[in-house]
């Protein structure tokens, strides 16, 4: 991999977003009106109950930005792929000497970048309106956030491959894809709260032992190094299975021409 390479890539995105107020405002904007929507939600909750749900704030505030780490590492680098599929770029990229390693490093660097900058923007927003400081859960956030952008990583690679596959008429999977596992992992609610059936599928996503983690570090301070082990393995084997799938679908893209077809649609 030639790092030189990964890094013109990654200033040709920091460019596009920087010449577009648009772009720049998106960053922000879906994910503060979340924080306010959920923030507020909440604290009216609390008052519901009279203090009989103090932790409540924490936990749903806490799921709603780590979700938010998730969801923008995936779409990191779904939205790059397709932002050079709609300029039509992708052939550019592709005859140049670039690698497909070197061209989802370089989107998976970016998203790392708007993922950075959206978390710094919430966490101070928490603290201002909620008095909710992220970094009260300490140690414990490092593993959690490895974790959650290792996911979005492979979530992201998923879906690029079936872009490729299928065309722009898989586009919507760009956004959707996060959303069909959330109502599974454990988010906003611990596993409990599902059916027996439901709890299998649950178990079987890495981010359900972040969430469930989050929750036990901010209910007693404990960090479960069961949940960080189950989760770390479970990302590997979706890593491997995005990477195996990846290169599988860029093969047949090319073997069929699909690359040519993709940009002219």
Known sequence: MNLRRV??????????YRRSVIRLVEVWFWPT???LLWGYVTLFLQRVGE?????????????????????????????????DVWVRNLLNIFCAPVRLSEYIAATFLFGLVRVGV???????????????????????????MANLLILGLALGIITTAIILRFGQAAEALAWAVPFLIQPFAAVFYPVSVLPPSLQAIARAIPCTYVFEG?????????????????????????????IWLLVRMFDLARERGLLGRLTMQ
Do not use: C, K
């Not at 007693?220 to 491997?240: E, I, K």
């Open 118 to 144: 959206t978390l710094v923007s919430l966490a101070a927003l928490a603290w201002a309106l909620y008095r909710f400081d992220l970094f009260e859960m300490g140690f414990a956030l490092i593993p959690f």
């Open 7 to 16: 890094g013109i890539l990654v200033l040709r995105y920091v460019f596009v």
């Open 33 to 35: 009106m979340e924080l």
């Open 214 to 242: 989050m929750r036990e570090v901010l209910r007693s301070g404990t960090f479960r190094w069961d949940h960080f082990g189950w989760a770390l393995g479970l990302n590997v084997l979706y890593l491997a299975f995005g």
């Open 51 to 83: 203090g009989a749900v103090p932790r409540l704030v924490m936990f749903l505030i806490g799921a709603m930005i780590l979700w938010d780490v998730l969801y923008r590492a995936q779409q990191g680098i779904t939205l790059s792929f397709l932002e």
